[in-house]
């Protein structure tokens, strides 16, 4: 079993800026990608960004050029660094990911969410 754990949401002022973290814990063998999904209340969840084991990222249209994610294989750990937020972003943040836990045996995990609120 694997464990998400996400931090860092809360309440800012528009034009701030917040930092998530996931941390992924458990029994596995490799995490192939890790991402961050949002939903917003009435909405589809939607991507945010994921990143790739060799660091590679995909980001989405709405968040680029404002939102980092990054990522410490040693740690197990990924970032998302958000700045100039807007409204607009409030939503609920996911971590999500790809994880082999067996040899060709791929899973893929859930965080809890973290909300984001942006007032303002």
């Known amino acids: 079993q694997v464990q998400l754990v996400e931090s860092g949401g809360g309440l800012v002022q528009s034009g701030g800026s917040l930092n998530l973290s996931c941390a992924a814990s458990?029994?596995?063998?490799?995490?192939?990608?890790m991402g961050w999904y949002r939903q917003a209340p009435g909405k589809q969840r939607e991507l945010v960004a994921f990143?790739?084991?060799?660091?590679?990222?995909i980001y989405g249209d709405s968040v680029k050029g404002r939102f980092t994610m990054s990522r410490d294989n040693a740690k197990n750990t990924v970032y998302l660094q958000m700045n100039s937020l807007k409204p607009e972003d409030t939503a609920v943040y996911y971590c999500?990911?790809?994880?082999?836990?067996?040899?060709?045996?791929?899973?893929?995990?859930w965080g809890q969410g973290t909300q984001v609120t942006v007032s303002s």
């Open positions: 999500n990911a790809g994880v082999t836990v067996a040899y060709a045996k791929a899973q893929e995990y």
């Open positions: 458990g029994r596995f063998l490799s995490i192939y990608r």
């Open positions: 990143i790739s084991s060799g660091g590679s990222t």
